[in-house]
């Protein structure tokens, strides 16, 4: 069973501070990393995806990728409270166009 | 724009219904996935398409079909509808060219079954 795991959180962090979501998979031959919000009774959207170790960084969000521990993570710098959403992570195993995703962590963030 | 749709945005229905729900895209994607999203349970995968007339099943596929006329549209039929089918059902879209690929989502439906 291929399998992606999130801390369910929630997580609260007040503003101004560096939000930190995490995410492991199981299978090795996962190629491609993704991270996506998904506001209250809405649908997700994309925030950034990785496929390298290492960091890659776009505006205030980070992500990181170590694919010998496998484990990918997200780092958000100066939240803010429209910060405030569930956040999946999704892996792409090599060879499929399927993703196999999380099940979220909430975070909160307090003004 | 390309967009993703979905349609209808909010059903009920009853017991051993047939219900289809429709998805339809601009972006002109190969692929395109339903998923159905429950407390608990995050997005499961019901069944994907890589083109027209290609269809598979996903990992939760029992009481669910596809069928890919088009490049368009993968409408998703409830043969005959039980409670545990109640969720939000999201469709996507993915190009399918490079493995950083993004899959799209439309807004949702969300499906009642009394």
């Known amino acids: 069973q291929k399998e992606v795991e999130q801390n369910s959180g929630p997580l609260s962090v007040p503003e101004g501070a560096i939000a930190s979501l995490n995410c492991t998979y199981s299978d090795r031959g996962s190629q491609s990393f993704f991270w996506y919000r998904q506001y209250s009774g809405k649908s997700p959207e994309l925030i950034m995806f990785?496929?390298?170790?290492g960091d890659k960084e776009d505006g205030r969000f980070t992500a990181q990728l170590n694919k010998a521990s496998q484990y990918v993570s997200l780092l958000i710098r100066d939240s803010q409270p429209s910060d405030s959403a569930t956040y999946l992570c999704?892996?792409?195993?090599?060879?499929?166009?399927?993703?196999?995703f999380g099940k979220g962590t909430k975070l909160t963030v307090n003004p | 724009d390309a967009e993703i749709t979905q349609s209808p945005r909010h059903k009920i229905t009853e017991t051993g219904r047939q219900v289809t729900l429709a998805c339809h895209q601009t972006w002109n994607h190969n692929n395109m996935f339903w998923y159905r999203q429950d407390l608990g349970h995050g997005l499961r995968l019901i069944h994907y398409s890589y083109g027209v007339q290609d269809t598979n099943k996903g990992e939760v596929s029992d009481g669910y079909s596809v069928s890919r006329s088009n490049t368009e549209d993968l409408p998703l039929t409830l043969e005959s509808a039980a409670s545990s089918q109640t969720s939000v059902y999201f469709c996507?879209?993915?190009?399918?060219?490079?493995?950083?690929?993004?899959?799209?989502f439309g807004p949702g439906t969300r499906l009642t079954v009394l």
């Open positions: 999704a892996v792409k195993q090599g060879g499929s166009e399927k993703l196999v």
């Open positions: 996507a879209s993915s190009q399918g060219e490079w493995v950083t690929d993004t899959q799209y």
């Open positions: 990785i496929y390298s170790n």
